[in-house]
């Protein structure tokens, strides 16, 4: 047995097959911080100004962030164990379906989704992401992606807490040829092909690959994609230029230069679908009436992507003095969002400050089998305890459909 393999084994059999995590901090050079992270506000431009300002928090990651100049390690999760750590991709490459269950170690041989905390000062470009195979042409995997904004993360929305989603409807596809043909003449006008939506708190969206989007200044919880690709379609945003190698990065070298066909990989229908809002917007559904019993558990990110599930994520609130068991069917990664309190044997305490490289005790990860088994979750503190969770491909079967909420 290898020593992470032994020192993942022992981290579960101690913590009752549940690893204790520590943060991931991933800077953008390209974006500013929104500095709701809860890190010390002398700490966002930490790895250096060079690198650009901390911008998110990465959960139960496997994936490397694709920055320039980055460590090798950059976006991937710690496991914190006896004064010693491991990367979460390294324990479950070492222990596989003990880890992340037999279906999904079976289909993708790793845990293929994460999630982060996505916090600037105002929006970004109006991008997309790639779909399989695209990014497959550059070696790469495709990122469909889902949002939720944390009412606890966003007491304040800073500049533009709206988000440009999809084209309108009589769009062409040339009109968007012209805008990037205008990439270097200051704005090249892509948002006035586009709708803003304003952005509410304990609400989210479900963004399926090759849709254009530009995210507000929310705080935004986003399961994901094991991926890092994208293509940005934007040329300026708040007076600041966006690099064309920002659109280009994430595409064959040999078509960075042609326009028609960087506007060919969007997915024209759903871009310019009339009913964007009802087939792609989410707000919470409770999972049965269990207020009464001292918690309320929700499901926040559900719904297909060209019919597959791909990922899903709850929101559970555990009242002051309350202690309930809550049986899942999936792994799934936690982060604790308000409270203080106790997972398994684990104990849970949301942070108001965070020094860079510090550990908290705000993030776990639980296995298949103990999710299955069901974890016990006791609130210690005098306020709600809030956590939200989020499952890999296929793990939630009774998840709900988009639009479910209305019934």
Same mark, same amino acid.
């Given at each position: /047995?290898?020593?992470? +393999?032994?020192? #993942? @084994?022992?981290?579960?059999? &101690? *913590?009752?097959?549940?690893?204790?995590?520590? %943060?991931?901090?991933?800077?953008?050079?390209?974006?500013?911080?929104?500095?709701?992270?809860?890190?010390?506000?002398?700490?966002y431009y930490a790895l250096g100004t060079h690198r650009g300002g901390i911008d998110e928090r990465w959960f139960g990651?496997?994936?490397?962030?694709?920055?320039?100049?980055?460590?090798?390690?950059?976006?991937?999760?710690?496991?914190?164990?006896?004064?010693?750590?491991?990367?979460?991709?390294?324990?479950?490459?070492?222990?596989?379906?003990?880890?992340?269950?037999?279906?999904?170690?079976?289909?993708?041989?790793?845990?293929?989704?994460?999630?982060?905390?996505?916090?600037?000062?105002?929006?970004?470009?109006?991008? /997309?992401?790639?779909? +399989?195979?695209? #990014? @497959?042409?550059?070696?790469? &995997? *495709?990122?469909?992606?889902?949002?939720?904004? %944390?009412?606890?993360?966003?007491?304040?929305?800073?500049?533009?807490?709206?988000?440009?989603?999809?084209?309108?409807?009589?769009?062409?596809?040339?009109?968007?040829?012209?805008?990037?043909?205008?990439?270097?003449?200051?704005?090249?006008?892509?948002?006035?092909?586009?709708?803003?939506?304003?952005?509410?708190?304990?609400?989210?969206?479900?963004?399926?690959?090759?849709?254009?989007?530009?995210?507000?200044?929310?705080?935004?919880?986003?399961?994901?994609?094991?991926?890092?690709?994208?293509?940005?379609?934007?040329?300026m945003v708040e007076g600041r230029a966006v690099p064309r190698s920002l659109l280009t990065k994430d595409f064959p070298?040999?078509?960075?230069?042609?326009?028609?066909?960087?506007?060919?990989?969007?997915?024209?229908?759903?871009?310019?679908?009339?009913?964007?809002?009802?087939?792609?917007?989410?707000?919470?559904?409770?999972?049965?009436?269990?207020?009464?019993?001292?918690?309320?558990?929700?499901?926040?990110?559900?719904?297909?992507?060209?019919?597959?599930?791909?990922?899903?994520?709850?929101?559970?609130?555990v009242d002051p003095g309350a202690k309930v068991t809550i049986k899942d069917t999936g792994a799934y990664s936690w982060?604790?969002?308000?409270?203080?309190?106790?997972?398994?044997?684990?104990?849970?305490?949301?942070?108001?400050?965070?020094?860079?490289?510090?550990?908290?005790?705000?993030?776990?990860?639980?296995?298949?089998?103990?999710?299955?088994?069901?974890?016990?979750?006791?609130?210690?503190?005098?306020?709600?305890?809030?956590?939200?969770?989020?499952?890999?491909?296929?793990?939630?079967?009774?998840?709900?459909?988009?639009?479910?909420?209305?019934?």
């Open positions: /047995m290898s020593n992470v +393999a032994k020192l #993942a @084994a022992d981290a579960l059999t &101690e *913590g009752g097959g549940i690893f204790r995590l520590s %943060p991931t901090w991933v800077p953008r050079s390209f974006l500013q911080p929104g500095r709701r992270l809860k890190l010390h506000p002398n700490d990651s496997t994936t490397v962030a694709a920055n320039e100049g980055a460590p090798d390690d950059e976006g991937l999760s710690y496991c914190v164990f006896g004064g010693e750590k491991f990367t979460l991709r390294d324990a479950i490459s070492e222990l596989g379906a003990e880890i992340i269950g037999d279906s999904i170690w079976g289909k993708y041989n790793r845990w293929p989704v994460y999630s982060k905390f996505f916090d600037n000062m105002g929006p970004i470009p109006h991008h /997309m992401h790639q779909n +399989a195979e695209q #990014a @497959a042409k550059v070696g790469q &995997e *495709g990122k469909p992606e889902s949002y939720y904004f %944390p009412p606890q993360m966003n007491a304040i929305g800073n500049n533009f807490p709206y988000t440009f989603m999809g084209l309108e409807p009589g769009t062409t596809k040339q009109d968007v040829i012209d805008c990037l043909d205008r990439w270097n003449d200051g704005d090249n006008g892509i948002l006035d092909l586009s709708k803003a939506y304003r952005l509410k708190p304990g609400t989210g969206w479900l963004i399926p690959p090759c849709v254009l989007h530009a995210p507000g200044s929310l705080v935004t919880y986003e399961p994901q994609w094991g991926s890092d690709v994208f293509g940005m379609y934007q040329s070298e040999d078509k960075h230069d042609d326009n028609e066909y960087l506007v060919d990989a969007l997915d024209w229908e759903a871009n310019v679908d009339p009913n964007f809002k009802d087939n792609n917007y989410l707000e919470p559904i409770a999972i049965g009436d269990t207020a009464a019993d001292g918690y309320v558990d929700r499901w926040i990110v559900y719904g297909k992507v060209k019919g597959e599930q791909l990922f899903t994520a709850k929101e559970l609130t982060i604790t969002v308000q409270g203080e309190g106790t997972i398994g044997n684990l104990r849970l305490q949301t942070p108001a400050m965070i020094r860079f490289g510090e550990m908290t005790e705000d993030e776990v990860f639980v296995t298949e089998k103990t999710a299955q088994a069901g974890v016990t979750i006791e609130n210690t503190g005098s306020e709600p305890l809030v956590s939200l969770r989020y499952f890999g491909p296929d793990a939630c079967p009774s998840a709900p459909n988009i639009g479910d909420y209305r019934k």
